[in-house]
């Protein structure tokens, strides 16, 4: 529900409300993967590549940490990645 109310913010661009419920959203959830994610697509939009890759890398490396296991990749978000054109 956090991720998708900075997604409401972020789409009426509204990038200091998104900004400001993806924190307070990670003080209270600091391994979620949709937020992480959703920080990278907040920063991408604002063309901050910098920190926006760096969110996506954080999503990543929580997704796998959660599931260690898992056979299918998070390919939405390897996408997001390859996009910004990731190392």
């Given at each position: ?38 920080s990278g697509d ?16 954080k999503a990543l ?27």
């Amino acid at each position: 529900m956090v991720a998708k109310k900075a997604t409401y913010s972020m789409n009426r661009k509204d990038y200091s409300n998104a900004s400001e419920i993806i924190h307070e959203g990670l003080q209270r959830y600091p391994n979620s993967v949709s937020l992480y994610s959703t920080s990278g697509d907040i920063l991408a939009n604002q063309k901050n590549i910098a920190d926006a890759r760096s969110a996506y890398k954080k999503a990543l490396e929580e997704y796998y940490k959660q599931y260690p296991d898992i056979y299918e990749p998070p390919v939405i978000l390897l996408g997001k990645l390859k996009r910004l054109g990731a190392d």
